[in-house]
């Protein structure tokens, strides 16, 4: 008698928040061009297994794209982003952060490790 486990794994989707910056007008102008393709596609990068976006505002006068985005590995997050670095030059800065109840949840982790250590 064989038995098979099945393993039904969920990974945690960490949040994240980006600063990007266009390094330059004409890299703007064209990224834009791209971009506005993009979206009329439907966006297809902005939601897949394992990437989830939540929000994306452009300062267009100063060259910066703000996003915040949930991801469950780091391939997740270079298959969403890595093409615009490839192509446009864009810097990104990319920031793990936490959401309400995450920062309570360490909050509550860190009072204990403190008292733990006396």
């Known amino acids: 008698m064989v038995f098979r486990l099945k393993l039904h794994l969920k990974f945690f989707m960490a949040y994240y928040h980006v600063h990007g910056l266009i390094p330059d007008g004409i890299s703007q102008s064209e990224g834009y061009k791209m971009f506005e393709q993009y979206i009329a596609s439907g966006a297809p990068m902005d939601n897949f297994d394992g990437f989830e976006l939540v929000s994306r505002f452009h300062a267009p ?5 703000f996003v915040t985005f949930k991801a469950d590995n780091h391939l997740a997050i270079s298959q969403h982003f ?10 990104w800065n990319i920031t793990a952060v936490l959401n309400d109840d995450e920062v309570i949840q360490r909050n509550k982790q860190v009072a204990e490790a403190v008292v733990a250590m006396g």
């Open 82 to 91: 890595g093409v615009w670095r490839a192509k446009f030059g864009l810097d």
């Open 61 to 65: 006068e100063t060259g910066e794209v």
